[in-house]
């Protein structure tokens, strides 16, 4: 009887992302202007993706963004850098205002627009309107 009334009280959330969920190993970037290709897969270049928030870990920084699934498209915004806890005189996360340090993920913009070419359980292609770019889910 307790075990009801507590589960009664709480709510979970749960996601809608469907196979956008999960842990991408970037593997590849095309350039779409030049036809350029830039193999990635021995590099260390992850997108986390879990509910509300992509995570993006590389040998550098990492990253959170915000983002909007719709089944075609992901849009991703409000970038910050994982600056760890706040409790240190120096911690907490700080707002990304220059894009450039976000180009090894394949993200040239504060804000990017993906169309989702292909998405299942093991593999991802996302488009911008520069790159596209080749996932494999780890």
Not at 18 to 29: M, P, Q, R, S, Y
Not at 77 to 104: A, C, F, T
Request: glycine share 8%; aromatic share 12%; charged share 25%.
């Amino acid at each position: 009887m307790m075990s009801a009334v507590i589960c009664s009280s709480c709510t979970l959330e749960t996601s809608d992302n469907g196979d956008l969920d999960g842990f991408w190993h970037l593997e590849a970037i095309d350039t779409l202007a030049t036809g350029g290709h830039h193999d990635l897969s021995d590099q260390k270049l992850f997108w986390g993706v879990e509910h509300k928030l992509i995570a993006l870990q590389g040998s550098d920084f990492r990253f959170y963004f915000r983002f909007t699934y719709t089944g075609d498209s992901l849009k991703l915004s409000s970038p910050y850098i994982n600056h760890w806890h706040q409790d240190k005189e120096d911690g907490g996360d700080i707002p990304v205002d220059d894009p450039e340090i976000l180009r090894p993920y394949g993200i040239q913009n504060l804000e990017e627009n993906f169309a989702v070419e292909a998405l299942s359980g093991s593999k991802m292609i996302l488009r911008s309107k520069e790159l596209k770019l080749y996932f494999t889910n780890f």
